[in-house]
């Protein structure tokens, strides 16, 4: 993610480094994180403004990775809704929509009975 924030290249070799592949970013600072000796470095305004980093902490192993999978399950979600924005609503919408619809209808045929 710091290529895409920075605009910088990837360099296999030393000798190819030149200032083009750099990238830019106007701050670079190292953070200390709540109470532990734990430390981050931030970079900001760089080119790419979109380009964002998520930190996640916990009490252990367990919930981190939960962590983990939950922002991965909801950037998945975005990403479909990006590609395909048609959404079907859940909590037994479908369901609910179905039965109003199958009621709508009897009752439109018991009325034609009579």
């Known amino acids: 993610m710091l290529a895409i924030a920075t605009g ?3 360099v296999p070799r030393f000798e190819e ?6 990238g830019f970013a106007k701050k670079v600072r190292q953070l200390a ?3 532990t000796s734990d430390h981050v470095i931030q970079i900001s305004e760089c080119k790419n403004t979109k380009a964002v980093t998520i930190v996640c902490r916990g009490a252990n ?3 981190v990775e939960e962590t983990k999978r939950c922002i991965h399950d909801a950037l998945c979600v975005v990403r479909n809704l990006i590609r395909d924005s048609r959404i079907v609503y859940g909590g037994g919408a479908i369901e609910i929509a179905c039965t109003l619809d199958l009621e709508e209808q009897a009752d439109r045929e018991s009325s034609l009975e009579h």
Not at 17 to 22: A, I, N
């Open 8 to 10: 910088a290249r990837i």
């Open 17 to 22: 480094l030149s200032p083009e592949k750099l």
């Open 33 to 35: 994180l709540g109470t």
């Open 61 to 63: 192993p367990i919930i």
